[in-house]
């Protein structure tokens, strides 16, 4: 299994970034994906879910009506789509593999740094 994101970067308050997720190793069709975030200092941070086919997204309170959580299956890839990002969104941008209830599988992450 191999995790791949990217896209993050440094952008000020208010401001847009799509992460993207790169998958192989297993077939991605077959299983809910996640995004995981950690701040520093701070432990980690469910964000938001996603079903196999798409039809079904979950986000966590602090991103709700902010982030846009997709994927494309022919494309192997998980996106993330965050809006009006702010400073306590700073932190590493975790993909990961869901299996049951739990992710199994993590990315190496990719860093958001929110800040003017």
């Known amino acids: 299994v191999q995790l791949v994101e990217s896209g993050g970067g440094m952008v000020q308050p208010g401001g847009s970034l799509r992460l993207s997720c790169a998958a192989s190793g297993f077939t991605f069709s077959f299983y809910d994906m996640s995004w995981v975030r950690q701040a520093p200092g701070k432990g980690p941070e469910w964000v938001s879910a996603i079903n196999t086919g798409g039809s079904s997204t979950y986000y966590a309170d602090s991103v709700k009506g902010r982030f846009t959580i997709s994927r494309d299956n022919a494309k192997n890839t998980l996106y993330l789509q965050m809006n009006s990002l702010k400073p306590e969104d700073t932190a590493l941008y975790y993909c990961?593999?869901?299996?049951?209830?739990?992710?199994?599988?993590w990315g190496q992450g990719t860093q958001v740094t929110v800040s003017s």
């Open positions: 990961t593999k869901v299996s049951g209830t739990a992710s199994d599988y």
